[in-house]
C-alpha cells in the first residue's frame, strides 16, 4: 500500500507499507516507526481515515499442493510474510519459518507466526532463538534432513542476497520481495528500478515487483 503521511503537502511522497494480513473487513499493517512519515502514521487514531493507494504490485506465486515450503523473514520485512503462510496452510503442511531480528524487542507475532508452520527464530544478540541469522537457521533446519521445493522471503537486500547464494545451484523456487525507497509506487518514475541479469535497471520495484524470481534481479 502507498500511504499518503499526513495533507499530502508536507510530504509529497506516499510511503510504501506491505500487507501483513487481510481478511473480508480488515487489513492489517505492521510497521517500524523510523522517519516522519511513520511517526505520523504511528499518532493515528482508532476511527482516524487514512488515504491509502492499493493494494499495488505482485504477489508471491503459490505452490503447488504439498510442496516442502520454506519462509524466511528479515526484521520489518516479516510482515507480508504472514500472510503468505497463512494463505500456504490451505495448500501444504509443509511449511517451515524461519525469522531473523536484531534482538527480543523486535520479535513480533511470534505466537500467530508459530501456528502456520514449523517456526525457528534468530536474533543477531541470542536475545531470543538462537544466536545468528536466518542461514544460521536454514543450516540448522537442512542438518535436521529438511530440503525444500520453494524458497519465499522479504528483509534486508543482504540477507536476500544471501539467502540466494545459499541455495545456488539447488533445484529450489525462490521469490524475493524487494523493498525500496518509492516516490510514485505505480511504475511511472523509474526511481525503484534494480538491476536484472542482464545489468539493464530494467525492472520497476513497486510495478513489476515487489516480488520476483531471485534468479530475475540482481540482489
Ligand atoms: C514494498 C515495500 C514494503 C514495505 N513494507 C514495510 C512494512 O510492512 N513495514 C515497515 O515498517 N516498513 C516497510 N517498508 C519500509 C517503509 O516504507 C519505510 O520505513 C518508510 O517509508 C519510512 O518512512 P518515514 O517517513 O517514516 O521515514 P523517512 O524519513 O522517509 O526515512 C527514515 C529512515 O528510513 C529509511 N527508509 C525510508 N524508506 C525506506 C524504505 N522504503 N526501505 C528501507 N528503508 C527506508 C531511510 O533511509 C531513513 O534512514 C516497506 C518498503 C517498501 C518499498
Ligand atoms: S516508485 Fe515510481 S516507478 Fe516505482
Given at each position: 500500500m502507498m500511504i499518503q503521511i499526513g495533507t499530502g503537502c508536507e510530504h509529497v511522497l506516499r510511503r510504501p507499507i506491505s500487507i501483513a494480513a487481510v481478511d473480508e473487513d480488515s487489513l492489517t499493517?505492521?510497521?517500524?516507526?523510523?522517519?516522519?512519515?511513520?511517526?505520523?502514521?504511528?499518532?493515528?487514531?482508532?476511527?482516524?481515515?487514512?488515504?491509502v493507494l492499493g493494494p499495488l504490485g505482485?504477489?508471491?506465486p503459490l505452490?503447488?499442493?504439498n510442496a516442502e515450503v520454506l519462509v524466511v523473514?528479515?526484521?520489518?520485512?516479516s510482515p507480508p510474510l504472514y500472510q503468505l503462510a497463512s494463505e500456504l496452510t490451505g495448500i501444504t503442511e509443509n511449511v517451515d519459518l524461519a525469522l531473523g531480528f536484531r534482538s527480543k524487542s523486535e520479535c513480533f507475532?511470534?505466537?500467530?507466526?508459530?501456528?502456520?508452520?514449523?517456526?525457528?527464530?534468530?536474533?543477531?544478540d541470542g536475545s531470543a532463538g538462537v544466536q545468528g541469522s536466518v542461514i544460521d537457521l536454514v543450516?540448522?533446519?537442512?542438518?535436521a534432513g529438511k530440503s525444500w521445493d520453494y524458497v519465499y522471503a522479504?528483509?534486508?537486500?543482504?540477507?536476500?542476497?544471501?539467502?540466494?547464494?545459499?541455495?545456488a545451484g539447488q533445484a529450489v523456487?525462490?521469490?524475493?520481495s524487494l523493498e525500496e525507497r518509492m516516490a510514485c509506487g505505480v511504475g511511472a518514475c523509474y526511481g525503484c528500478v534494480c538491476k536484472t541479469e542482464d545489468k539493464a535497471f530494467a525492472k520497476r520495484i513497486c510495478a513489476d515487483g515487489p516480488v520476483f524470481d531471485w534468479n530475475e534481479v540482481i540482489l
Open positions: 499493517l505492521v510497521y517500524r516507526t523510523v522517519g516522519e512519515g511513520t511517526r505520523w502514521l504511528s499518532k493515528r487514531k482508532s476511527g482516524d481515515k487514512l488515504d505482485s504477489g508471491f505452490p503447488p499442493p523473514g528479515g526484521g520489518i520485512g507475532w511470534i505466537d500467530e507466526f508459530s501456528k502456520l508452520g514449523n517456526l525457528a527464530i534468530a536474533t543477531d543450516n540448522k533446519f537442512q542438518s522479504c528483509g534486508p537486500v543482504g540477507m536476500l542476497r544471501a539467502l540466494q547464494e545459499h541455495f523456487h525462490g521469490y524475493v
